[in-house]
């Protein structure tokens, strides 16, 4: 079994900045792309930038140039700097990976959500 556990969300002021963590554990041969998803209250979960095992990342146009992924395979983990914070990135926020486990070369993990609030 894999776990993805997320830390880092909390509550800031508009323009303020945030830092997520979510760190892979268990019987893991190794990660493909991992990412970061959101969902605020009535919405539907959306993508927020996702990261390759090369490096290779991609935003959501509402987040490009204020929020940048970033992994460490070393540690089967994957961040998220959230910079210039608004009240609309207001979410839980979860992290997901795609995993080779020995049994799947490629089976889809998610993390248990990390509850981002940004006061105006």
């Known amino acids: 079994q894999v776990q993805l556990v997320e830390s880092g969300g909390g509550l800031v002021q508009a323009g303020g900045s945030l830092r997520l963590s979510c760190e892979a554990s268990g019987i893991i041969r190794s990660i493909n792309a991992m990412g970061w998803y959101r969902q605020a209250p009535g919405k539907q979960r959306e993508l927020v930038a996702t990261?390759?095992?090369?490096?290779?990342?991609s935003y959501a146009d509402s987040v490009k140039g204020r929020f940048t992924i970033s992994r460490d395979g070393a540690k089967n983990t994957v961040y998220l700097q959230m910079n210039s914070l608004k009240p609309e990135d207001t979410a839980v926020y979860y992290c997901?990976?795609?995993?080779?486990?020995?049994?799947?070369?490629?089976?889809?993990?998610w993390g248990q959500g990390a509850q981002v609030s940004v006061s105006s």
């Open positions: 997901n990976a795609d995993v080779d486990n020995y049994v799947y070369s490629s089976y889809l993990f």
């Open positions: 990261i390759t095992s090369g490096g290779i990342a």
